[in-house]
């Protein structure tokens, strides 16, 4: 976990954290136990300044509802607004702020100097929603802990794209589904969907060579998206999988029992190497954008797993809501949903997916 303890360190990790560069938001950073660890990130779009009184206290009370399984210690209200704060004068937001200050406290949180951050500088905020100190703000690069966050970051792959809209744009049709679709048909040229054929495993019992075709498959999608030369290209946008291969593995996700070793594998792997979710990811992705209509929801659903397990919940809800509109029913995207819904951090998820065995993973097929 990453610890964040200085203003600067705070306002430097909210973009790597978010997966993007917030303008006009509000931000919660949401921290664990007396080292200030951290453990989850909310954020809203700032809401008006005219929000008083009990309009402010009521969207306080859905932020701290959302909070309800994040076992918070402590939280940080980073204010992202369109200018810099006024000297002298408190924030249009002192409202809200006072809101969230009462509903935090109430749950036993502590809650800490609230922040502005505004083109590289950051200005804390007093009880009363005026700034403390130097009117300027101060530089987030000359706080040591912001450099040493970002490259914490940084090593694991994290990137920052310029916009919320950046992020959700990763997960929306791309080119190339119509050369998937045609690979899909020639693959499955008479079920039209479904599982491979397995192979025989040698020894005449079908349940058997269907869990060892099962696990294969789970290793070869694995080792597919943690190929440093496959990221590598993908990422850089130099090369993409090849439509044959993003058939394979439409289909092979398709299984829920593959589907969920892939998942344990890469919960068990990255909890060593967060790096392994970043490659991953992109990956999956790239899968995600060329799938055809009918072929979406798992690939989307493990993308959300993916994107959840880097505590990135903005491209997690965009990726469940493109599986659940390819298909309403898809049981593992409703799931994602209703933890995304319900304020259950990323450890939650990785925790849920830990305990899965490798035979809880082929029962469910």
């Known amino acids: 976990m990453v610890q964040l303890d200085s203003p600067g360190g705070i306002a430097a990790v909210i973009p790597h954290l978010l997966g993007f560069t917030p303008h006009r938001s509000l931000v919660l950073v949401l921290l664990a136990g007396v080292a200030g660890r951290l453990r989850a990130t909310m954020r809203i779009d700032l809401p008006a300044p005219a929000l008083l009184g009990a309009d402010a206290t009521r969207l306080a009370a859905a932020l701290l ?178 439509a044959d291969d993003v058939a394979v593995v439409l289909v092979w996700l398709r299984d829920t029992g593959v589907r969920d070793l892939v998942l344990v594998r890469l919960v068990s792997h990255g909890q060593a190497d967060p790096g392994v979710w970043h490659r991953a990811a992109a990956v999956v992705l790239d899968v995600l954008r060329r799938a055809p209509s009918g072929q979406v929801a798992p690939v989307a659903a493990v993308a959300a797993g993916i994107a959840w397990l880097l505590g990135d919940g903005v491209l997690a809800r965009a990726a469940i809501d493109r599986a659940i509109a390819d298909e309403p029913g898809y049981s593992l995207a409703r799931l994602i949903d209703r933890l995304l819904c319900a304020g259950v951090p990323p450890d939650g998820w990785r925790s849920f997916m830990a305990g899965l065995s490798e035979q809880d993973c082929l029962g469910a097929s």
């Open 65 to 242: 509802e959302q909070c309800r399984h994040a076992q918070v210690a402590a939280v940080v209200a980073v204010l992202h607004p369109a200018g810099p704060p006024v000297p002298d004068r408190a924030t249009e937001h002192r409202d809200l702020l006072a809101a969230l200050r009462s509903a935090f406290e109430a749950s036993g949180a502590q809650w800490r100097d609230p922040l502005v951050v505004h083109d590289g500088r950051w200005w804390l905020l007093d009880a009363g929603g005026g700034v403390v100190g130097a009117s300027a703000g101060c530089a987030i690069d000359a706080d040591p802990q912001a450099w040493r966050a970002r490259a914490a970051f940084v090593l694991r792959g994290s990137a920052v794209l310029a916009s919320r809209d950046d992020v959700v744009a990763q997960v929306r049709p791309g080119p190339g589904s119509d050369a998937v679709a045609a690979a899909l048909r020639t693959l499955l040229p008479s079920a039209g969907g479904g599982v491979l054929a397995s192979p025989d495993a040698g020894d005449g019992t079908p349940a058997r060579a269907a869990d060892e075709a099962r696990r294969l498959a789970a290793e070869w999608i694995y080792g597919l998206l943690s190929e440093p030369d496959v990221v590598a290209g993908i990422s850089g946008g130099a090369a993409e999988l090849p």
